[in-house]
């Protein structure tokens, strides 16, 4: 699966450089795994080839240094980064808390 995932900025939907885009794997149980670390580019993207199991991913956003953001979680119902048996994804879109 090659995910090309982007953060915005929640206020104005402008691409975020220089995030911390994190991955960690929630199991039915609720138990954790898979940790991914990946790094917004200028458009606020980051490409990766790396296997993404199929499931459902807690995602936590740190904001560039000196930055007017704020960390940014995105885990419970309907708020999860689902990557399904076909390797396809959703969303690809997230959008990090301005302070």
């Known amino acids: ?7 915005i900025a929640a206020d104005t939907i402008r691409p975020v450089e220089g995030a911390r885009f994190q991955t960690s794997l929630r199991g039915p149980d609720g138990g954790d795994g898979g940790f991914h670390e990946y790094m917004t580019n200028d458009a606020g993207s980051f490409t990766t080839d790396q296997y993404l199991y199929p499931g459902r991913y807690q995602i936590y956003i740190e904001p560039p240094a000196d930055s007017r953001f704020d960390v940014t979680q995105y885990y419970g119902k309907g708020r999860y980064l689902v990557v399904r048996e076909d390797g396809t994804y959703a969303p690809n879109e997230f959008k990090i808390a301005i302070r």
């Open 1 to 7: 699966m090659q995910a090309d995932i982007r953060v």
